[in-house]
T-cell receptor, first 116, second 112 residues
């Protein structure tokens, strides 16, 4: 149980365009979802935390107008990278947390974004 | 603020040898501690976690970790490494509001 999926697993987009990444909890209700980014050979850095039906809380230094997060349902959160630039190329990983037995964070497989 | 230190960026061990990956944390209260493994281009897989109770935690794939409060450490161990264990290992600490902070990671190379 407690499976989290991400779609797409990889995406290539042109500079200036926007790209949306989906994160879904497949078998539990995720009251909280987290978005991380990971640069090559580096650790995961938390970008933002979102609770279902609420605005996301962004970490210091993360541009909320550039990285739009929506958590409209208990099983889906989306991250939209707006006006993407090559420096946004990274590995984006989401995690989801429920309540009770699913309180801990369950991580998705990640999405590789390449901006050309 | 919480933090995690993994002092070894890269470790090489021979297949069949024992392994210990070091992790030190900083957190004001009793921490929730985790070890994750990541294969290239993949997401994270939880190896084990410590919330409370027994300080020696057993995980998947034959891994274990010991929480030592006096040393602020949570080292990961395996008695006999397999070639398939080659990957990147991340130690993490969870603080308030489920905020998880990861260490920089230790890349494990296994030689035959």
């Amino acid at each position: 149980g407690a499976v989290v999926s991400q779609h797409p697993s990889w995406v290539i987009c042109k500079s200036g365009t926007s790209v949306k990444i989906e994160c879904r909890s497949l078998d539990f209700q995720a009251t909280t979802m987290f978005w991380y980014r990971q640069f090559p050979k580096q650790s995961l850095m938390l970008m933002a935390t979102s609770n279902e039906g609420s605005k996301a809380t962004y970490e210091q230094g993360v541009e909320k107008d550039k990285f739009l997060i929506n958590h409209a349902s208990l099983t889906l959160s989306t991250l939209t990278v707006t006006s993407a630039h090559p420096e946004d190329s990274s590995f984006y990983i989401c995690s989801a947390s429920g309540t009770g037995e699913t309180y801990e964070q369950y991580f998705g497989p990640g999405t590789r974004l390449t901006v050309t | 603020a919480q933090s995690v230190t993994q002092p070894d960026i890269h470790i090489t061990v021979s297949e069949g040898a024992s392994l210990e990956l070091r992790c030190n944390y900083s957190y004001g209260a009793t921490p929730y501690l985790f070890w994750y493994v990541q294969s290239p281009g993949q997401g994270l897989q939880l190896l084990l976690k410590y919330f409370s109770g027994d300080t020696l935690v057993q995980g998947i794939k034959g891994f274990e970790a010991e929480f030592k409060r006096s040393q602020s450490s949570f080292n990961l161990r395996k008695p006999s490494v397999h070639w398939s264990d080659a990957a990147e290992y991340f130690c993490a600490v969870e603080g308030g509001y489920q905020k998880v902070t990861f260490g920089i990671g230790t890349k494990l190379q296994v030689i035959p």
